[in-house]
């Protein structure tokens, strides 16, 4: 079982920038895939990006040059996941969630499951970003 906890979500104005934490402890944190999500009011909740255990990312289209994922090893096993924000814009604000999956065989090699809801079985609380004009 991985634990998530996220932290850093707060108010930016447009154009600004934002970084989220997300820590990830338990049983087997360090060969995980970890991923942002994000839920804006009224809408779905959408993938940001993944980043697997050999730092292999993943990001949506809409984040691509703006938001950079890292990943660093925390103590006793644990992973630590930030999501620095660039650029923000008003479409980027949203409660983010950090999320975690094992990672899955695709094409003979370890990945990261598809970016979508269903596919993550571990989830933070969840951390607000609001950007503003």
Not at 82 to 107: F, W
Not at 120 to 130: C, I, N, P
């Amino acid at each position: 079982q991985v634990q998530l906890v996220e932290s850093g979500g707060g108010s930016a104005q447009d154009g600004g920038s934002l970084r989220l934490s997300c820590v990830a402890s338990g049983n087997g944190a360090r060969t995980y895939c970890m991923a942002w999500f994000r839920q804006s009011p009224g809408k779905e909740r959408e993938g940001v990006g993944a980043i697997d255990n050999y730092r292999r990312i993943t990001y949506h289209d809409s984040v691509k040059g703006r938001f950079t994922f890292s990943r660093e090893n925390g103590n006793n096993g644990a992973q630590i996941l930030y999501l620095q924000m660039n650029a923000l814009n008003l479409e980027d604000t949203g409660t983010y969630y950090c999320a975690a999956a094992r990672p899955m065989v695709v094409g003979g090699d370890w990945r990261c499951p598809p970016m979508a809801y269903d596919q993550y079985m571990h989830w933070g609380q969840g951390t607000h970003v609001t950007v503003s004009s």
